[in-house]
């Protein structure tokens, strides 16, 4: 059963949204983002993803150019195994209804995590290079948490970089106001180094060089940083 550990109205606004995003070398856009659903394995547990509103302002944040001949670009939100099906109802009722805080009121009062249950974050990043067919290189890193008491996984996954961007502003190091999270070496490695005093470690993966096949699902096994 897949549960809440926040408000619902996110999750229905994001699924709502136009997606964008590379596959197969091309441009793609969908109004129906769980329409184009792709399987993703970690740690030997299948999941499924879709695109999450528009991914491709995000391939300048990672130093990649518009000539880069990206053959897959996707910022996704990760789901467990049969979410899609799951969710059929809920999918069918975004398709023809505008009333999204009366549906996550709902899925609030009858889908919300209990005291005793935990909740779980997942996030991951992968980035693979090719030449022709092979795989030259290849990095994924990952963040997995499970809530721990009454502090959600999701809180803490959230509010404890808050933190530190707030300390990163009132030190001096940031001009006040609103603005993208950091991009310095230094400064990246320090909120890791934070995160990890809060036991949230990165998990690195790098792999050998393969034959790329398009059609073989995402993999990952776990490994602190």
Known sequence: CY??????LGVLQALKNTARFI????????QKPWKHIFQFEYNNELFEAYPN?????????????????L?????????PSGWVNAWDP????????TQLESLSKKLWEKYRYTETERDRVLL?????????????????LAIHQFGKGKETAMARTVSLPTSFAVGYILS???????????????EVSRWLRLLKKHD???????YEPYYFDPSTTWKFREQSL
Not at 71 to 79: A, K, P, V, W
């Open 3 to 8: 549960k809440f550990s926040w408000s619902p």
């Open 200 to 206: 949230i470690a990165v998990l690195d993966d790098e």
């Open 23 to 30: 596959d197969n070398g091309k441009i793609k856009t969908t």
């Open 90 to 97: 809920i999918l069918k009722n975004l398709e023809k209804s």
């Open 124 to 140: 991951y990043v992968e980035l693979s290079a090719f030449r022709e067919s092979h795989c030259v290189w290849s990095k994924a």
């Open 71 to 79: 053959h897959t670009f996707i910022r996704g939100t990760i789901r």
């Open 53 to 69: 509103r528009d991914s491709l302002q995000y391939i300048e944040e990672y130093g990649l150019k518009d000539d880069a001949r």
């Open 172 to 186: 001096g190091r940031a001009p006040y106001g609103v603005s993208g999270a950091p991009n310095d070496r230094l």
